[in-house]
């Protein structure tokens, strides 16, 4: 028997991408693990009821932690009282790159619990994380768009070979991330291998956030 | 005469009051910096002609410097540059936060570049940097604003007492940090002090990013 690991989960493809690696490296994946920020006036693109039916599909426990001010030594603490109190050995995450060149956040945070973090996808050219996406089985759907980077008929849109081929050319002309790196998209996975079953959602609630600027005009 | 510094320029109200704050403590600045992405697929809400008008009201030089990949080297040359070849001791920036707990981040670039870093309003609470912006005679006006969070009525408004105790007001109530530092809004500054004209913007033209999710219903 691997490692006791967790995943760190958003509901989105890469953490069940990230799942799966794990999983297929042999490590023992025996809960979700989503930090929740105490205070959050911004857009929730991850819902925590979509959450809850996934780990319910993967019969897993969904732990959710409260991370407070001062983050760091809040997400040190969280990351220790799940090496101390749940046995997690290793934490798995999605994380596929630096943000502005930035460190690691998990994985510095991580530093001395003694809780040993997997990042699968690590700085994985976008193009190989898809097609892991695409052969390992996941049925992925977009759930929230950037526009005018997308436009709004990508919502509830399967990322199948096609969609992906568009994400990389949208990428090619510097539009967008194919893995909505910059926040240009979200997604939600609605099934995968290691689901007992499917998630089948039976309606939609529409969410908008919109930044409206003036400028000088030219 | 004070040490020869430059202001990272963005356009808003925490540049400008750095600005004056750095002038006031007796550092001579003879340059605006900006920082300019290579790749900005996203949302721009610091438009660069407005600056290029600010720096010429400052009667100061307007140095674009762009940033690529890797960030942090190319942060690293960019402020090693600045020293050497503009002369600059001191960077000063607005910069007011940790960015979840991360440090900072021109702090960390600057670090051993013999270039010395002032940020005069770090972690000052949010009430004592609008009072200051109030103070210090800056002319503030919003021009971005990310919906619903604050109202398209927001835009174009002069930040005065009323705007800022307006703000307080909704920081209290947990909508916004009354800075803006989550990126709930962006200011322009069209005149203070230290500008040796204001700045009178003939027309608007007005940008819309909006992000669009689909959520199952409760």
Redesign the interface.
Same mark, same amino acid.
């Given at each position: 028997m691997g490692s006791k690991a967790a995943v760190l989960w958003t509901g989105g493809k890469d953490c069940c991408l990230a799942l799966h690696e794990a999983h297929s490296l042999g490590y023992f994946v025996t809960a979700l693990v989503t930090f929740v920020p105490e205070?959050n006036?911004?857009?929730l =693109?991850h819902?925590l009821?979509?959450m809850a039916?996934q780990a319910e599909a993967l019969d897993l426990p969904h732990l959710q932690i409260v991370i407070g001010v001062?983050? !760091?030594?809040?997400?040190i603490k969280a990351i220790t009282d799940l090496g101390s109190q749940h046995g997690i050995e290793t934490l798995v995450t999605g994380d596929i790159d630096?943000i502005? @060149? =930035?460190p690691n956040?998990i994985r510095e945070c991580a530093e001395g619990t003694g809780v040993g973090v997997l990042t699968p996808l690590w700085q994985l050219p976008r193009g190989v994380i898809l097609d892991k996406m695409l052969t390992s089985g996941l049925d992925v759907r977009m759930?929230?768009? !950037?526009?005018?980077?997308l436009g709004?008929e990508w919502?509830?849109r399967k990322l199948d070979r096609a969609a992906v081929d568009e994400l990389i050319e949208l990428e090619r002309g @510097? %539009? %967008?991330?194919a893995c909505g790196e #910059?926040?240009?998209f979200?997604t939600m996975v609605v099934d995968a291998p290691l689901f007992l079953k499917r998630i089948v959602?039976?309606?939609?609630? %529409?969410?908008?956030?919109?930044? %409206?600027?003036?400028?000088?005009? #030219?």
């Amino acid at each position: 028997m691997g490692s006791k690991a967790a995943v760190l989960w958003t509901g989105g493809k890469d953490c069940c991408l990230a799942l799966h690696e794990a999983h297929s490296l042999g490590y023992f994946v025996t809960a979700l693990v989503t930090f929740v920020p105490e205070v959050n006036p911004g857009f929730l =693109a991850h819902p925590l009821p979509l959450m809850a039916l996934q780990a319910e599909a993967l019969d897993l426990p969904h732990l959710q932690i409260v991370i407070g001010v001062p983050y !760091k030594e809040s997400y040190i603490k969280a990351i220790t009282d799940l090496g101390s109190q749940h046995g997690i050995e290793t934490l798995v995450t999605g994380d596929i790159d630096l943000i502005n @060149g =930035a460190p690691n956040w998990i994985r510095e945070c991580a530093e001395g619990t003694g809780v040993g973090v997997l990042t699968p996808l690590w700085q994985l050219p976008r193009g190989v994380i898809l097609d892991k996406m695409l052969t390992s089985g996941l049925d992925v759907r977009m759930t929230c768009v !950037k526009m005018p980077l997308l436009g709004v008929e990508w919502l509830g849109r399967k990322l199948d070979r096609a969609a992906v081929d568009e994400l990389i050319e949208l990428e090619r002309g @510097g %539009v %967008v991330d194919a893995c909505g790196e #910059n926040g240009e998209f979200h997604t939600m996975v609605v099934d995968a291998p290691l689901f007992l079953k499917r998630i089948v959602v039976e309606g939609f609630s %529409v969410g908008r956030l919109s930044m %409206v600027s003036i400028r000088p005009a #030219n």
